[in-house]
């Protein structure tokens, strides 16, 4: 494990630009939120502190509110620098809730200032776009679903109106035409909306319009207990249960002061690597299909159903849904099925060393993937993306590696990174991933710790909070959880790494012909669910 041992040292940076920029920090220093630093700042300096941490190069990461009490909204906004994370936190009166807008700075703020407008009801002053992009028609004007005034389940008699009035980008010019895909499309995937503008194949604008299923995660988390939460969290998006289970779990331990035992943290980990195979043999099947290469699309199908039988026969869960609980893992692993799925890890060894070289000496293959769905570096680390999208950009982000956090502390993990940025990149990537994942996994099986796989619960503070933060297989996930009265939750609130790299499609698509759209959007492969809180 290769973590700085002078972790923090640009937060002094931070905070000495702050002081020559005239920002007003409360009480003077950073302070805890585990495992992050917190800074409280005036909503005045929202803006600046933004601008500060653009100059020394953070990341931006995610952005959520709150409301404290039945005056004030509570705003967060996270940021990440070489696997440190620091969150800026300031307040503003619910009657005047103004702040200014970290989009001009990070763009990767957009939609995530759009979905607190929408639902708290919050206004960012020189936000370049105003357009409701989580309510869609479901609420009228001056309605917030997340304020504490309005019902989990409102009594609504009405259907919700057609959302047909969307005032999307338009381009004109001899020659263009417009193409809308979905909102309901031809396959089982979830509803999202994509609008092109074109000129004969080529496509000249994307726009992408989601939230058509919106759940409302955020609204129902509220008052559960624990064990419901990291059920809840489970189902944010059914394709990364585990990782989203064990980022909610994570940050309640840590507001609760709970220690998880090695053993249960080993069993996660084997969880969520099982968890990323399983994604990445689907994704590389699909990608081959929509360029028309049928037998690798039916190969690593196969392979992806062996694997998720094998889930299935040693943990009861093809996709391994509420295998973490609060304080450790549902049951014990036995050696008998650790040697199962160490048996299934050289199955799978053998299958890969002789599919994969079919894939990397296909000229077919070749000509529809290489320089298509071009992502480059400089946009790619605008936009913020994060897992496979940023590291086919040559963006080496991981937190297993970066962040360090139990049990990859101890493991030391590799992380591709490629250049091209194109769509056979984010493949190799996906290959390359499963690979590593399988190291980690006979590691993991071979050296499981002793030990209980439960730590006994301690019901946390009302106000207590913590910082959830995971690699999943899409990349980084971002939860936050406060409790309030009683030990049950006040309020919660996921980022899935599909609010950071949905955005880049709209990016790489340009220049590309109407055709490759299908195969461009497989290679993102952005969560509806995980953007559709």
């Given at each position: 494990?290769?973590?700085?041992?002078?972790?923090?040292?640009?937060?002094?940076?931070?905070?000495?630009?702050?002081?020559?920029?005239?920002?007003?920090?409360?009480?003077?220093?950073?302070?805890?939120?585990?495992?992050?630093?917190?800074?409280?700042?005036?909503?005045?300096?929202?803006?600046?502190?933004?601008?500060?941490?653009?100059?020394?190069?953070?990341?931006?990461?995610?952005?959520?509110?709150?409301?404290?009490?039945?005056?004030?909204?509570?705003?967060?906004?996270?940021?990440?620098?070489?696997?440190?994370?620091?969150?800026?936190?300031?307040?503003?009166?619910?009657?005047?809730?103004?702040?200014?807008?970290?989009?001009?700075?990070?763009?990767?703020?957009?939609?995530?200032?759009?979905?607190?407008?929408?639902?708290?009801?919050?206004?960012?002053?020189?936000?370049?776009?105003?357009?409701?992009?989580?309510?869609?028609?479901?609420?009228?004007?001056?309605?917030?679903?997340?304020?504490?005034?309005?019902?989990?389940?409102?009594?609504?008699?009405?259907?919700?109106?057609?959302?047909?009035?969307?005032?999307?980008?338009?381009?004109?010019?001899?020659?263009?035409?417009?193409?809308?895909?979905?909102?309901?499309?031809?396959?089982?995937?979830?509803?999202?909306?994509?609008?092109?503008?074109?000129?004969?194949?080529?496509?000249?604008?994307?726009?992408?319009?989601?939230?058509?299923?919106?759940?409302?995660?955020?609204?129902?988390?509220?008052?559960?207990?624990?064990?419901?939460?990291?059920?809840?969290?489970?189902?944010?998006?059914?394709?990364?249960?585990?990782?989203?289970?064990?980022?909610?779990?994570?940050?309640?331990?840590?507001?609760?002061?709970?220690?998880?035992?090695?053993?249960?943290?080993?069993?996660?980990?084997?969880?969520?690597?099982?968890?990323?195979?399983?994604?990445?043999?689907?994704?590389?099947?699909?990608?081959?299909?929509?360029?028309?290469?049928?037998?690798?699309?039916?190969?690593?199908?196969?392979?992806?159903?062996?694997?998720?039988?094998?889930?299935?026969?040693?943990?009861?869960?093809?996709?391994?849904?509420?295998?973490?609980?609060?304080?450790?893992?549902?049951?014990?692993?036995?050696?008998?099925?650790?040697?199962?799925?160490?048996?299934?890890?050289?199955?799978?060894?053998?299958?890969?060393?002789?599919?994969?070289?079919?894939?990397?000496?296909?000229?077919?293959?070749?000509?529809?993937?290489?320089?298509?769905g071009v992502l480059p570096a400089e946009t790619a680390r605008q936009l913020g993306v994060v897992g496979y999208l940023a590291k086919a950009s040559g963006i080496d982000l991981d937190l297993r590696r970066d962040h360090g956090y139990a049990p990859y502390d101890h493991l030391e993990v590799e992380s591709p990174c490629l250049q091209a940025g194109d769509v056979a990149a984010r493949m190799q990537v996906r290959a390359a991933e499963i690979r590593h994942s399988?190291?980690?996994?006979?590691?993991?099986?071979?050296?499981?710790?002793?030990?209980?796989?439960?730590?006994?619960?301690?019901?946390?503070?009302?106000?207590?909070?913590?910082?959830?933060?995971?690699?999943?297989?899409?990349?980084?996930?971002?939860?936050?959880?406060?409790?309030?009265?009683?030990?049950?939750?006040?309020?919660?609130?996921?980022?899935?790494?599909?609010?950071?790299?949905?955005?880049?499609?709209?990016?790489?698509?340009?220049?590309?012909?109407?055709?490759?759209?299908?195969?461009?959007?497989?290679?993102?492969?952005?969560?509806?669910?995980?953007?559709?809180?």
């Amino acid at each position: 494990m290769n973590v700085s041992a002078n972790r923090f040292d640009w937060l002094s940076e931070f905070l000495a630009r702050c002081e020559d920029e005239m920002i007003l920090v409360r009480g003077g220093s950073a302070r805890t939120l585990a495992p992050a630093h917190l800074l409280r700042l005036d909503p005045e300096d929202w803006g600046r502190a933004a601008a500060v941490a653009r100059e020394l190069d953070c990341r931006w990461c995610a952005l959520w509110a709150e409301q404290p009490d039945t005056e004030t909204l509570r705003v967060n906004a996270c940021l990440c620098r070489a696997g440190d994370y620091l969150v800026l936190r300031t307040a503003v009166p619910l009657a005047t809730p103004v702040l200014p807008s970290h989009t001009p700075i990070f763009p990767a703020a957009n939609r995530p200032e759009r979905h607190a407008q929408d639902l708290f009801g919050l206004v960012f002053s020189d936000h370049p776009d105003h357009r409701r992009w989580t309510r869609h028609q479901a609420w009228a004007e001056g309605e917030y679903p997340l304020r504490s005034d309005f019902p989990a389940r409102p009594e609504m008699v009405d259907e919700t109106p057609p959302d047909s009035g969307y005032p999307f980008f338009q381009a004109q010019g001899s020659g263009v035409y417009e193409i809308p895909v979905g909102p309901v499309h031809a396959g089982i995937i979830e509803p999202g909306h994509f609008r092109f503008q074109a000129v004969g194949e080529t496509v000249l604008n994307l726009e992408e319009r989601l939230g058509y299923a919106h759940k409302g995660i955020e609204k129902i988390a509220e008052d559960r207990d624990p064990e419901a939460l990291a059920r809840l969290a489970g189902r944010v998006s059914g394709d990364t249960t585990v990782v989203h289970t064990w980022a909610a779990c994570q940050a309640m331990e840590r507001a609760a002061g709970v220690d998880v035992p090695p053993r249960a943290l080993a069993i996660r980990a084997v969880l969520a690597e099982r968890e990323r195979v399983a994604n990445h043999l689907g994704d590389i099947g699909a990608i081959c299909n929509d360029v028309g290469f049928a037998f690798a699309q039916m190969q690593f199908s196969r392979l992806r159903e062996d694997w998720l039988r094998g889930s299935q026969s040693v943990f009861g869960h093809r996709l391994l849904m509420d295998r973490i609980v609060p304080g450790g893992v549902w049951r014990d692993l036995t050696p008998q099925c650790a040697q199962l799925l160490l048996a299934e890890n050289a199955r799978l060894r053998g299958e890969l060393d002789e599919l994969l070289p079919i894939l990397d000496d296909h000229p077919s293959l070749e000509d529809r993937l290489l320089g298509t769905g071009v992502l480059p570096a400089e946009t790619a680390r605008q936009l913020g993306v994060v897992g496979y999208l940023a590291k086919a950009s040559g963006i080496d982000l991981d937190l297993r590696r970066d962040h360090g956090y139990a049990p990859y502390d101890h493991l030391e993990v590799e992380s591709p990174c490629l250049q091209a940025g194109d769509v056979a990149a984010r493949m190799q990537v996906r290959a390359a991933e499963i690979r590593h994942s399988l190291d980690l996994l006979e590691r993991l099986l071979k050296r499981l710790p002793a030990g209980g796989v439960l730590a006994g619960w301690r019901t946390p503070e009302a106000g207590a909070e913590g910082l959830g933060l995971v690699e999943g297989w899409r990349g980084e996930i971002v939860s936050h959880v406060r409790f309030g009265d009683d030990g049950r939750i006040a309020r919660f609130f996921p980022r899935d790494p599909s609010w950071l790299n949905w955005p880049a499609l709209e990016q790489l698509i340009h220049g590309n012909i109407v055709p490759d759209f299908p195969v461009c959007n497989k290679s993102v492969n952005g969560s509806y669910s995980g953007q559709d809180l």
